[in-house]
């Protein structure tokens, strides 16, 4: 099975360390405008590329594109420091062996829209199954951002649509896990500890049977729209344990999440695009025409979340 390609959805704020609070993306600093600082990094990177000899990466723009306030295009990246053989699965043969200052560079997708007035903007990242761009782009755009603005910082916050909340709430119930912060006294007393105070959590989770489903739709339902509290959501009371927080684990077509429920914010902002994306059959990465018109898409509905239509 093919790696599943996804979008990862970021809320781009500035914050203002002196004010303490978040800026306008298109005004700060003496209006200074975020596009203007994305497009000028993005631009070098593609002229030249950055080498953090620290982490052993390296990181380059191979396409980029710019329409209004909205720039998008091709960020390459790789590692290198270890030597690795690259096997030929047709010949049946080694076909090269990488040297430690070879780093094997893959091409990811990103799109930022920098909207005139809020105080966030929207980034999209390609995904390739587990790796992503996040990191290494964020250590990079925020070193220099620091350098040219010292008193404010970049922050990227996962950003989630709400029906995607919502569609994983629906979706096939793997498990519940409840969660009681600290150790009560009387599993305390269990482990050999003498009188120091142990700190940690206890958890109980409840697994559905494989390939069926907790029944649990109607109470996320209730949840979400703020009928039931966290804390009574689901009743307990013959086994005696208390809960401050609830994990749900759901699953929808390929993909799963787990839901905290009482940090709905930090769900992973991941839209798995394996089945809509067309895939070039000879480089096995995304078409840049298919998946920039999906993440456009992508883009305008979550604009349409943060500011309204």
């Known amino acids: 099975m093919p790696r599943s390609i996804s979008l990862a959805a970021y809320a781009v704020k500035v914050w203002s360390v002196e004010e303490k609070q978040d800026k306008q993306v298109s005004r700060f600093a003496d209006n200074a405008d975020l596009l203007e600082f994305f497009d000028r990094f993005l631009s070098t990177l593609k002229s030249s590329t950055l080498h953090d000899k620290d982490f052993q990466q390296v990181l380059r723009v191979q ?3 710019k329409e209004k306030r909205r720039i998008y295009g091709v960020i390459e990246t790789g590692e290198y420091g270890q030597e690795s053989t690259l096997w030929d699965v047709e010949k049946k043969s080694v076909a090269h062996e990488r040297k430690t200052t070879e780093a094997d560079m893959l091409p990811f997708y990103f799109l930022l829209d920098i909207p005139e007035g809020p105080d966030e903007a929207v980034l999209l990242l390609q995904r390739l199954g587990m790796f992503g761009i996040r990191q290494v782009l964020h250590q990079a755009l925020d070193r220099k951002f620091q350098e040219r603005f010292p008193d404010y910082r970049l922050r990227l916050n996962p950003l989630v649509e709400a029906k995607e909340i919502e569609k ?5 119930i793997e498990s519940i896990r409840f969660v009681h912060f600290g150790i009560p006294s009387d599993i ?5 500890s003498g009188h120091k105070e142990i700190e ?3 958890e109980l989770v409840v697994h559905a ?3 069926s489903s907790l029944p ?3 109470k996320l339902r209730q949840f979400l729209k703020g009928d039931k509290e966290l804390g009574k959501l689901i009743a307990l009371d013959d086994s005696g344990f208390e809960y401050e927080n609830i994990k749900v684990k759901s699953r929808v077509g390929r993909t799963s999440r787990t839901v905290d429920l009482a940090n709905l914010k930090h769900l992973r902002s991941y ?3 394996t089945d809509s994306v067309r895939v070039d059959r000879g480089s096995g990465h995304p078409q840049f025409d298919s998946i920039h018109s999906i993440a456009s898409d992508l883009a305008d509905r979550l604009k349409d979340d943060l500011y309204g239509s």
Do not use: P, S
């Not at 305390?188 to 050999?192: I, L, M, R, T």
């Open 63 to 65: 396409k980029l594109k």
């Open 168 to 172: 994983y709430t629906k979706g096939k």
């Open 188 to 192: 305390a007393e269990a482990f050999d």
């Open 200 to 202: 940690g959590r206890v």
């Open 209 to 211: 049977r494989r390939g």
């Open 216 to 218: 649990l739709t109607d």
């Open 271 to 273: 839209y798995d695009v």
